[in-house]
């Protein structure tokens, strides 16, 4: 099994959507082999493969300010609605959802209750505000002058002034009301552009503008924050622990809230916060309340690299390889983050040495200025190492390069294919033998997933974290028990419509084995997908000293 091709929807981000704790994400049931791991186990939208805004988009869905509803759509080509793009703006500014009184406004009701907390933060922040009549109209479009406005009132926050200067270069300038002047910063900051016209541009104050061209501007507007009013840069990171306990982190409210409460058990962290495109562009956006905890809490704190290429063009094109260095430096420097976690996945085997060659060139600039250097693999034996979802990947040649590398070791059996356990300890053991052979075993990094799978009768497989696994099995009287090979959690029932399920997840007395093991062979630490993913019978495995 483990020599068959990578099932391709994982490639593509498709197969999984997590679902909140003690809730269920329908995956498109595909086929595939055992034995094959991942870093990309979130939700991924399905219809915004080579859409010009791509990559803008991905961000934002990694980021939090996105999520995926179960049809995987984002429809990128659809006018943007008031209440969307406030919600969307309120995850952006790291606003937590508001208890309490609902605000005033008669069309209220139109709120689905799971969004009405995030809305009245949205509105209490002034990003929306309700019309003469007292409406709201959350479903009505937002026009491109509205939510300029509001870019625009978020800056005036910071400091700047507005200046109706700015709307005379535009055909249409004479027309923005006097309530639209903060608009003006936004024009002046290059967030948004006018559209086309002749002979000007125009402003286009009334027309709507897609979820496209939203997600575009947001990306903008916080990549203008963090540049001009980013936290203070973090102090010195301390030396790292002699074993790592640590996660990765992603800007949410539910990771925010975990991090608060239980982030002193840890001892390194991973911001999921940018992305790689093809021509070496950096996208993405610092996490001030993020770097704000760390600063008080000091640990070494990393910002992840994804990457979405359809090919490896990048692997062979100096100018895309020297644009995305000097734009990982000016991050790095400009926040002082510890380094950096390169989580390239999908290369194929024949790109492994120019992937290499790649690593070695970051490895050169980032150790002259002390940053760490840490890459995610795939899992593997001296025979997976020829396939090709794992041929790019060099261990030996790899080592001398990198701080650590972090096995992903997870996704053993995966949507669509088998039930079975996401990452067995018995896997775990055998290409962990293989890669102490040939890495030096401190600077091995062992991934596990918070995460698990419920594979059903019908074809579907369904994904949730970790306690929602456990709530699953508890809401249908299923009795979880452990796999003593695999030492993972399993259950199985029948839900009322006749389907027949079996989960498969990573408990806490299989968290405890894994830590012994790798403590056992002197690993460097361990590290868990992903901080929000909420595993609360984790954290007292994690504190003990």
């Known amino acids: 099994m483990r020599g068959m091709t990578r099932f391709l929807s994982v490639l593509l981000g498709l197969a999984l959507l997590i679902a909140p704790a003690g809730g269920v994400g329908a995956a498109a049931a595909t086929t595939g082999p055992a034995g094959t791991a991942t870093s990309a186990q979130q939700q991924a939208f399905t219809d915004i493969a080579g859409n010009w805004a791509q990559a803008f988009i991905t961000e934002l869905q990694r980021s939090g300010v996105l999520t995926v509803p179960s049809d995987g759509l984002f429809h990128p080509n659809d006018p943007v609605t008031r209440m969307d793009f406030a919600i969307w703006m309120a995850r952006a500014q790291e606003l937590a959802p508001v208890t309490g009184p609902a605000p005033n406004f008669s069309d209220w009701s139109q709120v689905p209750s799971a969004d009405q907390g995030l809305l009245a933060a949205a509105v209490q922040a002034g990003y929306l505000q309700g019309y003469p009549g007292g409406t709201l109209r959350p479903l009505q479009t937002i026009t491109r002058l509205e939510m300029a406005v509001v870019f625009g009132r978020i800056l005036q926050g910071f400091g700047e002034q507005p200046n109706p200067y700015y709307f005379a270069a535009f055909v249409d300038g004479a027309s ?22 002749t002979p000007e541009a125009a402003i286009a104050p009334n027309q709507a503008t897609t979820r496209a061209e939203t997600a575009t501007l947001i990306v903008r507007f916080l990549e203008y924050r963090t540049q001009h009013y980013h936290v203070a840069p973090l102090p010195t990171a301390p030396t790292p622990s002699n074993f790592l306990i640590g996660a990765w982190d992603s800007n ?19 911001y999921t916060g940018y992305n790689a495109e093809s021509d070496g562009t950096l996208v993405g956006y610092d996490s ?3 770097l704000q905890w760390v600063a008080a809490h000091p640990m070494p704190l990393l910002i992840m690299v994804q990457n979405d290429w359809s090919n490896d063009s990048f692997l062979h094109d100096p100018a895309a390889e020297q644009r995305f260095l000097a734009q990982l430096l000016a991050v790095l420097q400009r926040s002082n983050y510890a380094g950096v976690n390169i989580d390239f996945e999908g290369i194929a085997a024949a790109d492994g040495p120019a992937f290499t060659a790649f690593i070695a060139m970051l490895s050169t600039a980032l150790h002259a200025q002390h940053f760490l250097l840490t890459v995610d693999t795939p899992s593997e034996t001296a025979t997976d190492n020829q396939e090709w979802w794992a041929g790019a990947y060099d261990y030996a040649a790899l080592a001398p390069l990198v701080d650590n590398l972090i096995l992903m070791a997870y996704d053993y059996h995966h949507p669509g294919g088998a039930p079975g356990p996401v990452g067995p300890l018995n896997w775990i053991q055998q290409d962990l033998a293989y890669t102490t052979s040939v890495v030096p075993a401190h600077k091995v990094i062992l991934g596990l997933p918070a995460y698990g799978y419920l594979w059903g009768s019908n074809g579907q497989t369904q994904a949730l974290w970790e306690v929602g696994m456990e709530n699953q099995a508890n809401a249908n009287g299923a009795a979880i028990t452990q796999d003593p090979a695999a030492q993972e959690g399993t259950f199985s029932y029948r839900d009322s419509s006749g389907v027949s399920w079996v989960g498969w997840f990573l408990d806490a007395q299989g968290l405890k084995d894994r830590l012994a093991l790798a403590q056992q062979d002197g690993l460097g630490g361990v590290i868990f997908w992903r901080l929000d993913y909420n595993a609360p019978d984790w954290w007292p495995v994690l504190s003990v000293p």
């Open 288 to 290: 001030p309340r993020t």
């Open 252 to 270: 949410t409210n539910e990771a925010y809230q975990i991090l608060q409460a239980h982030g002193t058990a840890l001892n390194w962290l991973i």
């Open 176 to 197: 923005i009301p006097a309530w639209g002047a903060p608009a003006s910063l936004t024009l002046a900051d290059g967030i948004m552009y006018g559209e086309p016209a």
